[in-house]
């Protein structure tokens, strides 16, 4: 377990209003640098470090401002110099940790400068230059890289065996706010006495956007044992509800048999998720077998890379599931898929949304790409890039992306999501007839998007997710899904190839 450093705790202790600790700086941004210049992405240079985290500082403080003439930089506090110093560049052979080092040694330079100068960066204190300085260089990195405080890091400890909860699924309503569409009986929003239709006007004061079920979902998201206080409408008549958050129960993943077809509901990617799964196929193949089977992965924002490379095993022959590409040599990998079919073989249709993400768009797009599944919903998240945790000194730790995932059929899923075969926009029963009368609506796009290859430009991008806009997906399409599940020509027509 990552231990706070005596001396890094005591520096944020006084740094509010006593001298820049610089000795502890250099320890926890020199870490930081050495990290990101080895494993990112994206590759960077000393000089691109220093220069991006020094823009850190002015976000604190306008008042400060950074001038560069060829290899040297300026602090600069209105027409006074703070402090002038070269750009620091990496040495034939220096390891990342010395360059990283370096650059780190030089911008505590220009932090005590400015500390010394400012009142509004001493007032931000330690913690606060570390944030922004990370914040800064990341913003020219990747948009999903990020710095972690050390509270918000034991928070994310504990959601990386199972996300805290509240017991309680939103969906899109008309007028303000969000409607609650499921309850879980012993969680505790049904405890609380919430219901079905209530709806949530805002959380813990944050006013909700109209339809904004996935924006309502991440205010929801906190560590196990914390509160949230929610303003909830019924019958047009308001109050406010504090919940606690709480870890869900061991046992996430779902299964129920409705119409001769098992449907598997998987919320997230947690360490068990595999032999859970695994679970329900064979204990429902133990009875009489289904006639087909449906992955429910709406909702299903991700969580354990292993654990989406397990659960297409699950389904699939040998072959390749997926591989991930990035600059360190470890971030490159290929993932195969050698058991058998515990489903037998059985039709398969997976079920996404516009919240589907992550380690469950690997999933959908893998069986896609593989023939062994068609998908039906709505385009996806588009997260597609992998992501590292690097623990710091000072307790915090980086979240940095590291590797890009590519599916079987090569192409790139950052940016662009799982297009699915039926698409749920406009009717999913519509589509439904027309798949059964031969008509192919996604093909076009799904050829597509098969085709790309990395890099792909934002407007082919945002044209291809176009063609299905993301968005929530019913439990009336659920039946749809169920339904093309035991039409085979139908089904047969909403794969990818």
Excluded at 94 to 107: I, K, S
Excluded at 218 to 239: F, H, K, M, P, Y
Excluded at 379 to 398: H, R
């Amino acid at each position: 377990m990552l231990v706070l450093l005596p001396g890094i705790a005591a520096a944020q202790e006084i740094s509010r209003t006593g001298a820049y600790p610089r000795d502890e700086m250099r320890l926890v941004l020199g870490a930081g640098f050495a990290a990101i210049l080895e494993r990112h992405l994206e590759a960077a240079t000393p000089a691109d470090l220093l220069i991006w985290s020094l823009t850190g500082m002015t976000d604190i403080d306008p008042q400060l401002a950074i001038q560069r003439t060829g290899g040297t930089v300026r602090l600069m506090q209105g027409e006074r110099a703070l402090l002038s110093r070269g750009l620091p560049v990496r040495g034939e052979g220096e390891g990342f940790a010395a360059a990283g080092g370096a650059a780190a040694d030089r911008l505590t330079l220009f932090q005590q400068a400015g500390w010394n100068a400012s009142a509004t960066l001493r007032a931000a204190g330690a913690s606060g230059l570390i944030r922004h300085s990370f914040e800064a260089i990341f913003n020219h990195l990747d948009p999903f890289s990020r710095y972690i405080t050390p509270e918000e890091a034991q928070a994310a400890r504990e959601r990386r065996t199972g996300e805290a909860g509240l017991g309680l699924r939103l969906a899109p309503g008309r007028g303000a706010g969000t409607v609650i569409a499921a309850i879980a009986h012993d969680g505790p929003a049904a405890l609380a006495g919430l219901v079905v239709g209530d709806r949530i006007l805002a959380i813990d004061g944050t006013t909700l956007r109209p339809r904004d079920a996935a924006g309502a979902a991440g205010l929801l998201e906190g560590r196990a044992g914390s509160d949230v206080v929610l303003l909830i409408e019924r019958s047009r008549r308001r109050q406010e509800v504090t919940l606690r958050r709480v870890l869900p129960p061991g046992n996430p993943v779902t299964a129920e048999r409705v119409d001769d077809v098992l449907v598997i509901r998987i919320p997230s990617f947690s360490a068990q998720t595999e032999r859970q799964v695994a679970a329900a196929l064979l204990g429902a193949f133990s009875q009489a077998a289904p006639r087909a089977v449906v992955l429910d992965l709406r909702g299903n924002r991700g969580g354990l890379l292993s654990q989406a490379a397990a659960v297409t095993d699950i389904f699939l022959g040998p072959g390749e599931a997926f591989r991930t590409v990035g600059r360190h040599p470890e971030a490159s990998r290929i993932y195969v898929t050698a058991g058998r079919d515990l489903a037998e073989d059985r039709p398969l249709v997976v079920l996404v949304d516009g919240r589907t993400a992550s380690s469950a768009e690997i999933v959908a797009a893998t069986l896609a790409d593989r023939g062994r599944a068609a998908v039906v919903g709505t385009a996806t998240t588009g997260k597609g890039l992998v992501q590292l945790v690097v623990p710091l000194p000072d307790g915090g730790e980086l979240l940095m992306s590291w590797s890009r995932l590519i599916m079987p059929a090569g192409w790139p899923l950052q940016g662009i999501g799982v297009l699915p075969g039926l698409c749920t926009v406009g009717g999913a029963a519509e589509g439904l007839a027309q798949l059964r009368a031969g008509i192919r609506p996604m093909r076009t796009a799904q050829s597509r998007q098969q085709a790309l290859r990395h890099p792909v430009s934002a407007e082919e991008a945002e044209a291809l997710r176009a063609t299905c806009l993301a968005g929530d997906v019913s439990d009336t399409d659920l039946a749809v899904a169920r339904a093309l599940a035991v039409d085979p020509a139908a089904e047969a027509a909403a794969m990818p190839q």
